[in-house]
């Protein structure tokens, strides 16, 4: 489903991000990207929806170089990728239930159809008893829920996340994480850089290792640390 052939990216500066980089995920994957900070693991997850194209090399998605595509073809990408920040990103004036909405607006869904489901989603990640809150009066974890719930409004077939259990009790992020094995399981591959050990310890998934650019690990079941 997503391939890097090859994939380079050296910004000004002669700032090498991510030298030679060949590597395969398939339909329904999870994947962990780790790594120190600085070792290219957001560089990754952007060419992925084409925020960054590379130096060198390809990045295939469904069998199309995404360098390649249309405007057109780029758009309908975007609408089939879910993106998760560390910071949230939400509306301050909106409460939970109007962020979700207004992400399904500006896909042009009718009002019909996001009456139905903006409840269901905030089921999903464990939120509707807290849909009329706003920003300011949600937990860190709440508001990356509702962030993780906006992001899958369009059921996408990729789901992109960069740290999203930063900054959060051991607790909280196992919680956040069950909610994205949840969407994996239902057929979304998931891409997450993370610095979490423990996250990454206990779940188990497959991980890719960076370090200065250049992937150095790969491995199934894997932990943070290499033959954990």
Do not use: C, W
């Amino acid at each position: 489903m997503i391939k890097l052939n090859g994939v380079t990216k050296i910004y000004p500066g002669r700032i090498v991000a991510l030298d030679d980089i060949t590597l395969r995920i398939g339909r329904g994957e999870f994947v962990f990207l780790v790594g120190p900070s600085g070792a290219g693991k957001s560089t990754l997850l952007k060419m992925v929806f084409k925020e960054e194209l590379p130096t060198k090399g390809e990045v295939i998605i469904d069998k199309r170089n995404v360098a390649k595509l249309s405007r057109k073809d780029l758009n309908s990408l975007r609408r089939n990728v879910g993106i998760v920040f560390q910071d949230f990103r939400l509306l301050e004036t909106k409460t939970a239930y109007e962020n979700i909405a207004f992400a399904m607006e500006v896909l042009e869904f009718r009002s019909k159809e996001i009456k139905k489901r903006v409840p269901l989603i905030l089921e999903q990640v464990g939120m509707l008893q807290r849909a009329n809150h706003y920003p300011n009066q949600l937990s860190g974890g709440e508001q990356q829920k509702i962030a993780i719930g906006r992001a899958i409004v369009n059921h996408p077939r990729i789901l992109l996340a960069d740290e999203p259990s930063g900054n959060m009790d051991p607790e909280t992020a196992m919680e956040i994480m069950h909610i994205f094995k949840h969407i994996n399981e239902k057929g979304t591959t998931v891409m997450m850089a993370t610095h979490d050990k423990m996250v990454v310890d206990i779940m188990r998934e497959r991980v890719v290792e960076l370090e200065h650019g250049r992937l150095i690990r790969d491995e199934k079941k894997g932990g943070y640390d290499y033959g954990y």
